[in-house]
């Protein structure tokens, strides 16, 4: 019977290390989607300007389109899979083995849904072009949910000091738009603004999110 217990519980931890491990590979390859497809439109669109372009640019422009509207969406569809991993993870306490208090299982939830939104926003950006009258509020809804991502998990987290990095992630992301929209940078495009969210989302993803890609991806090779 014990070994019957044991082997049990062996089989539910082997679960749980899968399910964090896949978890964590969606979340890589949803920001290198999302990112390589902007690297890749600004290879082939010889004329985009960081300065006075905004990247939405590169969604209408023949050469560079694909790449930038389809790594959105792809990454985007990848990023709903990832948000829904990080709820079921997130169903257990400290992200691993064990029933969750209320509390952490509110919090878990809530990011989930807000992560799972902001990636649905950003499958907006590039399915909406921005000829169409709902690119405006998706790309918008990205940033303003991605910001409030860092606020709700950066708060909950605040006592390790990767939380601490995600909670001054509002006020940096804030910053760039308010000083920006204030005038203060020297660039009439949108595109440099937009950037720093996207990188600070990739690293959120990656370096310091509740399930940090690196540390997961590189733990479950050895």
């Known amino acids: 019977m014990r070994e019957a217990v044991a082997r049990a ?26 990112l390589g497809g902007i690297a890749s439109a600004t290879v082939l669109d010889p004329t985009f300007s960081w300065t006075s372009d ?9 050469r560079s389109a694909p790449a930038f509207n389809w790594g959105l969406i792809v990454g985007g ?15 257990s306490r400290d992200m691993g083995g064990g029933c969750g208090s209320l509390r952490e299982r509110l919090v878990g939830s809530l990011r989930a849904a807000v992560l799972g939104l902001a990636m649905v926003s950003m499958a907006g950006i590039g399915a909406f ?23 709700v998990d950066g708060f909950a987290r605040r006592s390790t000091r990767t939380g601490r990095i995600t ?13 920006f929209l204030s005038g203060w940078w020297p660039v009439t495009g949108l595109a440099l603004p937009e950037l ?25 090779e050895h």
């Open 9 to 34: 519980g062996d089989e539910g931890v082997s679960r749980a290390a899968r399910l964090r491990v896949v978890t964590a590979a969606l979340g890589a390859v949803a920001t290198l989607l999302a």
């Open 54 to 62: 905004a990247l939405s640019d590169l969604g209408v422009r023949p």
């Open 77 to 91: 569809a990848v990023g709903v899979g990832y948000a829904v991993g990080l709820w079921v993870v997130g169903r």
């Open 129 to 151: 072009d921005l000829t169409q009258p709902l690119h405006g509020p998706a790309a918008v809804g990205f940033y303003a949910l991605v910001t409030l991502l860092f606020a």
């Open 167 to 179: 909670l001054a992630f509002v006020p940096i992301h804030l910053a760039v738009w308010t000083t």
């Open 196 to 220: 720093p969210g996207a990188l600070m989302l990739a690293a959120w993803v990656w370096l310091v999110g509740p399930l940090p890609a690196l540390d997961t991806l590189a733990t479950d």
